[in-house]
């Protein structure tokens, strides 16, 4: 038999591991980095210019052939297509970009990403992550006694983010419901402010449509809960999951958590709180009573690549004891072999409906360390209060129109009077130009351009600037 061929150490097919990954790093290092500072340059704003024909045509431009007959080199490659997608990113650091729950991460962060990155561990099993399998335990752990401060020993999984979430918390709530009423399907009760994630999970799981009650306050009115728990249209006899909002996507407002408890207790139906968006208030010590009852719910979903400022993707569901997530056991003997197991291997496969996962814990943990609580609470309580002063601004201006007072961090407004095809016009104008990134929401009241604020470092110079571009959209 030939023997295998040998192995060309070349600077293109270096390894990230082992002793000699970080030399082989270094200088790659300072490519990307000089790249993402070029591209950032060319940008010169928080959206490329010109919309998606001419970003695209950039891309063309310096990333044909995709597939190459010949390789051009690391050096080159890493350049040309870091500076391309920089020059061509939406930048959430820039402070005109504010549409979205799509936060700048941390230095700090992105940092500890590269290492998980290097390090590459799989959390499916203990002898591909050892190290990172037990930080992941001592750190999930934490996060849910953030939610749950009165349980013993509360768990929490790492996810996607809010929508693995609540499709977990679905999938828990199905299966608890097949063990108490086996001949009745789950009945799932959200508001028309729930995420669209709770009706696609519903359809993936094969559960009913759920039960979508008006909301046009923007907030889940607990005497509608009550009938339809109890009203013409209920199902006495049906298992019931009620869905919770703390902080929506459009106006970032939280459902009435303690009366919705009350009428769950009360009728036996099990809670799911949505707090992808508002959970992260529990780490100030004033914001968190926004969040009173958050730890009666059966689930909760939190989500700190939004208002914990990490590298996609840091979601969590977190739950008040691990017997709990008992329904996501699974058997897959390469992984989890019972004797091992046994024998004191930790048994991954029930933290994640994933196999391979990379260790998104890392960065978590490496913030919540450098950080601690009070740090990230400061960082949550300046987002708040920033999105209060821009909502003086717009209450001071005789040419926009605030929407509402911020619950969270996210402001609604527009030009005063301006009805749907002003607004939306405005907004791609904005896009179009490459001057601002903002959101768009829609309310009983009609269309409106939303600011999501969660950059922690705008400044009030910021705001005012951002508001005489739209100020200067208007008038075109």
Known sequence: ?????????????????????TRALRPLLDTTLRALARGATARGGPLPAGGPEAVAARIRAAATPALPEHGTGPDEALHTLVQALAEGAADPADPHCAAHLHGPPLALAAAADLAAGALNPSLDSWDQAPSATALEALTTQALAALAYPDRPHPD????????????????????????????????????????????????????????????????????????????PTADPGAPHLVVATAGTTDTGRIDPIPPIADLCDAHGARLHIDAAYGGPLLFSHTLKTALTGLERAHTITLDLHKLGWQPIAAGVLAVPDPAALHPLAHQADYLNAPDDTDAGLP???????????????????????????????????RVCATAHHLADLIDAH??????????????????????????????????????????????????????????????????????????????R
């Open 1 to 21: 038999m030939p023997a295998p061929p040998t192995a060309r150490h070349t600077p293109a097919t270096a390894l990230a591991g082992g002793t000699q990954g």
């Open 156 to 231: 929490a999984l790492v996810t996607t983010g809010g929508t693995e979430s609540n499709q977990l918390a679905l999938l828990l709530a199905r299966e608890a419901a097949r063990t108490t009423t086996p001949d009745r399907p789950l009945r799932i009760i959200c508001g028309a402010n729930a995420h669209h994630s709770v009706h696609r999970s519903a359809w993936l799981l094969g559960l009913p449509t759920p039960h979508t009650l008006p909301t046009p306050t923007g907030t889940l009115d607990p005497h509608d809960l009550h009938t339809a728990l109890t009203g």
């Open 347 to 381: 048994d991954l496969l029930h933290r994640s409906l994933r196999t391979t996962r990379r260790p998104d814990i890392l960065k978590i943990a490496v913030t919540l360390r450098a950080l601690g609580r009070r740090g990230i609470a400061d960082l949550v309580e």
């Open 398 to 475: 005789p040419a926009l129109e605030l929407h509402s007072r911020p619950t969270i961090s996210t402001v609604l407004f527009r030009p005063t009077g301006a009805d749907h095809h002003t607004t939306a016009r405005i907004r791609r104008r904005l896009l179009h130009t490459g001057h601002a990134v903002l959101g768009r929401a829609t309310t009983p009241e009609g269309l409106w351009l939303k600011a999501t604020l969660l950059n922690p470092h705008t400044t009030p110079d910021d705001l005012r600037h951002l508001l005489k571009l739209v100020e200067g959209h208007t008038t």
